[in-house]
């Protein structure tokens, strides 16, 4: 398999803040990679660098075997991105965002209408006509999963993508997830639902603080924590130390 997400020595600084510290990611097509951190680890910030919408201190990028300050606007063109907060414009109805990305892209209207209506008919998005300001952030946000998938991109990064999803909505995109990564398609995906990282993903790495302080499979993980049978969660507030009181916390409450 081919590598389709390369960074070596990710750094983003804001002033004196280091937000991402020397981050280094190898990510194999057809990988489901999920990166975990607490609230302000740096998760956001790799995802908007890995995709160009931010810029790196310092450190290099290959999305696809391509050289990300090189060739911005081609890998844009190959990959997907569902942020955690869906931006809309307000003022377009469902149907004209659609549109606007049709455009954009290049799409054949016609071969792209059969799938826009597949991918409505499964997450329930029937309020094409409904102006975005109106919409909630639920169906924003499959909205934006719809304006994403229809095109079937390389690489997929989703950043908290179950967010806002009813049940039924979050149990197809992750099926959907799985069967793209099994027909090539790339997944890195960021989540604070711990379950979905532990049955979905093929390898996971844990950033705190702006570094990644460890990575590989769920076994893997298990070993560089010395606990064999542990779940992800246990994992997780071990190798980041969120976990060291909880029980005493508990109890004082």
Partial sequence: MSITIEARNLVKEFGN??????????????????FLGPNGAGKTTTIRMLTGTLKPTYGEIKILGLDLSKKEIEIKSRIGVVPDEPRIYPNLRGFEFLDFVIEIYKLNRKKIKERINELCEVFGVNYLDKTISDMSHGMKQKLYLVSVLMRK?????????????????????????????????????????????????????????????????????????????ASLEDIFLQLTADGEDIEAIVKEL
């Fill in 153 to 229: 991109p390389e690489i997929l990064f989703l950043d908290e993508p179950t967010v806002g999803l009813d049940a039924k909505s979050a149990k197809i995109l992750k099926m959907l997830l799985q069967k793209y990564s099994s027909e090539g398609s790339t997944v890195f995906m960021t989540t604070h639902v711990l379950e979905i990282a532990e049955k979905m993903c093929t390898r996971i790495g844990i950033i705190n603080k702006g570094t990644l302080i460890a990575e590989g499979t769920l076994a893997e993980l298990r070993s560089v924590a010395n606990k064999t049978q």
């Fill in 17 to 34: 803040f280091r937000a991402v510290n020397g981050v280094n990611l190898s990510i194999n097509q057809g990988e489901i990679y999920g």
